[in-house]
């Protein structure tokens, strides 16, 4: 027997399973009955040939599989087995695929067998943006044809950040700075094909906000999660003093990313100024912050929206006091947990956006917590150490469980051979599934542990050992 | 908790701001961290200092001798590097001898030389020089380290030395375990 890893991505269609082209497909096979110790495992990919007057399927052995082995397919002499979506989108006209698994033990053979039928992405459809020419305050409508599908969601091109999610093919959003600003409408069906649509390119320059306590709360009392994630954006970019000028400002002075040299503009103003001027906008984040209602996670996007929300709330380490925080950890930690519980619902792609995001979140907040401490960060008005301290070590003890479960969360998605790595200005993060024998040999290492099993082995690069 | 990168307690300037860290691990099915050994040889690995560093330019002297106290808690590498129009001896000793020990004989207008971790550990004091330099020259001096924190949350350098490669842009590691 045999069934899909992630089961939502596999659904019964009676003979053919619904499969997606735009993602992996992995399988797994198990004995009914117990199996024998001495077995042997292949998997056999092939291709359908329908003839719809005899109501027959052929099927044709796909006979590269060796060729493209631990490039394409993953597993294919285990009881697991991973096919990347390069098979479909290398052969788009081919609609049926059978996937076989052959046992072979004590001269015997026994063989099971999956049937798939390609669920073709969303097509037939269009979306546009209005106005063109816009400020960071105006709002913009979104309107697709009805493309008779789950969700719509509005992502940046270059950044690839999420900026809306609905279900409705009409929606209004406000945008970042950009000229141009590339824009495409994620169209996602019920069984999570996806298709990518791109919008004309649209101008949005920035509009003079007055951050006050005031206009956090307005700006925080509409209900809509899209609303209040394109709001902490506005806030955020504003607290974060950025500005398309390229040039980081001396607010923003803090432990400097992994990526991408950092412009400090020289003799803007005097320490103390800028001892001030951080404090100031530690305050004016607290405030913020503790407005921000909570939310609850509808689909997989608003899992993206609200972690990518907190990515850019804790941005900024050096203007995080003790309360934001905690306030902060405390939403990463939720979200950590609703990411266990949708686990089974998402497709690869989705896993590896939030959790970047999530160690993002992790990342801002542990060095911020940490910095001080360390004489790395700007120490803050609000300042006690015993209280620091405190709060650190309470954090840092969570670290290990984050880590666990962010990467258990890629692990489920990485066959033998598989790999996958991210890279954020705050934390570099490498996985990859290998049997133990392979990598001690590559790291001229030695264990006395059994060394044919898998084993994930995880290379994390930071700024901070915190990380 | 000590702070990462040592601040302002040495004479080698130290800029907090510079540190990053690696972490490898091997985990189990179960996400476990299994612990293994390196075998006869050490692991190397290079971890780049943070891009920001501005590099101080080269001294200009005519000085002799120079001091520098190695007041560290953690074991710390020192390199040299010497632009000179001559040849000259370059020498080093530590603390309180009264000859100079180690001697180098330079006759090429760059010259760079290090002292790793382990040869400057246990010292407070380093003496170099350029002997029979009566011209001038330009030098610049910095440190490097490799260290690892304990399960007591102190960093800690044994089994950690400072490696050939290490530049201004990068230190090079060797590490006889992974903890």
């Not at chain 1, 590339?182 to 649209?202: G, K």
């Not at chain 1, 929206?305 to 050096?318: E, P």
């Not at chain 2, 560290?72 to 000259?88: G, R, V, W």
Request: with cysteine; glycine share 2%; charged share 20%.
């Amino acid at each position: 027997m045999y069934r899909c890893v992630i089961k939502s991505l596999c659904s019964p269609n009676v003979e053919f399973q619904k499969v997606n082209p735009t993602t992996q497909v992995a399988l797994f096979s198990y004995c009914v009955n117990e199996c024998p110790k001495e077995k042997k495992f292949i998997w056999n990919i092939y291709f359908g040939q329908i003839d719809s007057a005899q109501n027959f399927t052929k099927w044709i052995l796909f006979d590269q599989t060796t060729n493209f082995e631990n490039i394409w397919f993953f597993g294919r002499n285990t009881t697991n087995f991973t096919s990347t979506n390069d098979l479909f989108d290398h052969f788009r006209n081919e609609t049926h695929w059978k996937f076989e698994v052959i046992y072979q033990f004590e001269g015997m053979n026994s063989s099971s067998a999956l049937n798939f039928e390609i669920n073709p992405p969303p097509s037939n459809g269009s979306c546009e943006i209005y106005p063109r020419n816009g400020t960071t305050k105006t709002l913009f409508s979104v309107t697709c044809s009805d493309w008779k599908v789950k969700e719509y969601s509005l992502f940046t091109t270059t950044t690839k950040q999420i900026i809306a999610f609905s279900p409705i093919p009409s929606f209004e959003v406000r945008l970042p700075i950009g000229n141009p600003l590339d824009l495409f409408v994620e169209i996602r069906d019920y069984l999570n094909a996806i298709t990518e649509f791109h919008l004309l390119p649209v101008t949005v320059v920035k509009e003079e906000i007055n951050l006050s306590k005031e206009l956090f709360s307005d700006l925080l009392s509409n209900e809509n999660q899209n609303t209040i994630g394109q709001m902490i954006r506005l806030i955020t970019d504003e607290l974060n003093q950025i500005d398309i000028s390229n040039e980081i400002p001396l607010t923003s002075i803090f432990i400097s990313p992994l990526t991408n040299q950092v412009n400090i503009r020289n003799n803007q103003s005097t320490r103390s100024e800028f001892v001030k001027e951080i404090n100031r906008l530690a305050d004016l984040r607290e405030s913020f912050i503790k407005l921000i209602p909570e939310m609850t996670i509808v689909s997989v996007n608003s899992l993206k929206l609200q972690s990518l929300s907190l990515v850019q709330l804790t941005d900024t380490t050096n203007q995080l006091t003790r309360t934001t925080l905690q306030i902060v950890s405390q939403k990463c930690f939720q979200l950590t947990e609703e990411l266990e519980f949708w686990l089974e619902k998402m497709t690869f792609e989705d896993v590896q956006m939030i959790v970047t995001q999530l160690l993002q979140c992790f990342s801002n907040v542990l060095t911020a917590v940490n910095g001080p401490l360390q004489k790395r960060i700007e120490i803050l008005d609000e300042w006690v150490f015993d209280f620091q301290k405190e709060l650190a070590d309470s954090l840092n003890e969570k670290r290990n469980q984050i880590i666990f479960i962010l990467t258990s969360s890629l692990n489920l998605h990485l066959n033998l051979g598989q790999n996958y790595s991210i890279e954020t200005p705050q934390v570099f993060l490498s996985l990859e599934t290998i049997s133990l024998q392979s990598l001690l040999n590559r790291m001229n290492l030695s264990s006395n542990l059994n060394q044919n099993q898998i084993v994930s082995f995880r290379v994390r690069f930071s700024l901070f050992l915190f990380f | 908790m000590e702070p990462l990168a040592v601040y302002g307690r040495s004479l080698i300037e130290s800029n907090t701001n510079l540190s990053r860290s690696l972490s490898i691990s091997i985990l189990d099915q179960n996400r476990n961290e299994i612990p293994f050994e390196t075998n006869s040889n050490s692991i190397e690995f290079f971890i780049p200092r943070d891009p920001n560093l501005r590099i101080p330019p080269m001294i200009l002297t005519n000085e002799t001798f120079h001091s520098l106290n190695l007041t560290t808690d953690l074991p710390i590498s020192i390199h040299f590097e010497i632009k000179a129009n001559f040849s000259y001896r370059f020498v080093y000793k530590f603390d309180k001898q009264s000859t100079f020990t180690n001697s180098i004989e330079v006759n090429q207008s760059y010259f760079t030389f290090m002292l790793d971790n382990q040869q400057t550990v246990g010292h407070r004091l380093l003496i170099f020089g350029l002997e029979e330099a009566n011209q001038e020259y330009e030098y610049r001096v910095y440190s490097s380290g490799c260290y690892y924190l304990n399960k007591e949350n102190e960093w800690k350098g044994d089994g950690l030395r400072v490696g050939p490669k290490t530049n201004l842009s990068h230190s090079h590691c060797f590490s006889t375990h992974l903890t």
